[in-house]
């Protein structure tokens, strides 16, 4: 290992050990299909999630929380006042909030709902490459075919330009998931290299990773890239040891939660496989 992929290493392991010793509230506005395996990798990564969406609870709940993770998968107009209540609750607070932007351009009521979410200034954007293009497009149309339901058309690679740019227009690190992960602030390009094929034909790995990336924020406010790199390299390194004891997606699924949590500085060291793109 070089001593750049050390560092990272090493970066990844301190931010692990801080998220198993100060188990941050994590607060998710998450979807219905997510909600199990979202709540089950923050607890074996160490944090404490808090599935709480209602309106009515937020000023007393979010200012408690370390992070919030928004989540637009099965988005309905009486949950979204309330993604947007609880972000800018983070915002006076200045605590992070990740947003994860599920099929953005799938229609012209979510889209605007993106939109509307993006300005309130998350602090890391996590999509696939199809969700990240859209979103990037100021003049995109809602309905443009940049999406398949929830899968990504596009690999995370042709999605660099866009993610730099909507990291610059929204001040937002953006994180791009595929078989090498992008993260960006805009100027910086780190590529992720970890995690394994058949992570996608599990429902809602995108949606854990993306709140344990919010759960990584929370221990690191001040370094939201690297933060966001780290979270990403460790479970995708999870998801690597996993397989190799899975059969299937759902042995997998199994497998990658228990790596989670039993994951040691050994096997980063040995694992975690990040580059500078830019």
Known sequence: MDSNQTQWASKAW????LLRAQSPLIQCITNFVSMDIVANTLLSAGASPAMLHAVQELPDFTPRAAALCVNVGTLSPSWLPAMKAAAQICN???T???LDPVAASASAFRFEACQELLRLRPTVVRGNASEIIALSLASAEPH???SKGVDSVHESMDAVE????LAQTSGAVVAVSGATDIVTDGNRVVGAHNGVAMMQKITATGCSVTALIAAFVA?????ALDATVSALAVFGVAGELGMKMAKGPASLRMHLIDALY?????????HVNITSLC
């Open 92 to 94: 006076t607070l200045r």
């Open 144 to 146: 443009a075919n940049a």
């Open 14 to 17: 301190h931010l692990l050990s």
């Open 162 to 165: 866009a993610a730099k740019l």
């Open 262 to 270: 039993g994951l040691d500085e050994a096997a980063l060291n040995s």
């Open 219 to 223: 221990v690191d406010k001040n370094h």
């Open 96 to 98: 992070p909030w990740v």
